[in-house]
């Protein structure tokens, strides 16, 4: 079985500062890697993922995520933020073969951008 | 293209009850999954299903059923509802799901209150 942990549940951060939201997983096998951002009475949506090659992926609206296999994790930053990004951000795998459509999710990080 | 769509959009029920979600996926898509999201437990696999047949299957009681019709829409199904029950039930779609990634994308969600 697979799980996540993403180790803040809460990060506040000023406009225009970098941030990081922190992800790890474990598995027994090999997983794909998935980071998700809801907005407020909306589902979610799909900021980047990994798949295979290079560990350092870029999503949309800025984000950026590596994987890193030694150390199971798979952290997103940004490195300026905007208000516009404040929502809750889910870290995910799957371990593909026919259970793409199968998402292992974290608890959520809920990021806050103050002006 | 017209995006993931769920209805009803809100629901309130009282214990005991049974209730039947919908999701209707985007055009071409054939595997439809489905999650619950709840403060305390976050987002949770329910099942997916795949050409009418139920491919892959969460740690749910018995009480959570779905099925998917040939134009691959989904219902889900929670017999004798509990309080615990209330939640997102948020529902995705991906045009195979399987060998290949394809993308999910989710629909905005049914929001059910149990009272």
């Known amino acids: 079985a697979q799980s996540v942990t993403q180790l803040d549940s809460q990060v506040p951060v000023f406009e225009e500062a970098p941030v990081e939201l922190r992800c790890n997983y474990s598995s027994s096998v090999s997983v794909y890697l998935f980071w998700y951002v809801q907005y407020p009475n909306q589902g979610l949506q799909l900021l980047l993922k990994y798949l295979s090659g290079s560990t350092l992926v870029k999503g949309i609206n800025g984000f950026e995520a590596e994987f890193n296999k030694s150390q199971t994790s798979f952290h997103l930053r940004k490195p300026s933020v905007h208000i516009s990004d404040t929502a809750e951000y889910f870290c995910a795998v799957s371990v593909g073969g026919t259970s793409y459509g199968k998402l292992t999710f974290g608890q959520g990080t809920i990021l806050t951008v103050h002006p | 293209k017209a995006g993931v769509t769920q209805t009803p959009r809100y629901l309130i029920k009282t214990r005991g009850q049974q209730v039947t979600l919908s999701c209707s996926p985007i055009?071409?898509?054939?595997?439809v999954s489905w999650y619950q999201q709840t403060p305390g437990q976050g987002l949770q696999f329910l099942f997916e299903y795949f050409s009418e047949t139920q491919r892959n299957k969460g740690n749910f009681p018995g009480r959570f059923s779905g099925r998917q019709f040939s134009n691959s829409r989904s219902e889900m199904n929670v017999s004798t509802l509990e309080l615990g029950d209330s939640a997102l039930y948020l529902c995705?779609?991906?045009?195979f799901g399987e060998g290949a990634y394809n993308e999910q994308f989710f629909g905005p969600g049914t929001r059910l209150t149990v009272l």
């Open positions: 055009s071409g898509h054939r595997s």
């Open positions: 995705a779609s991906s045009f």
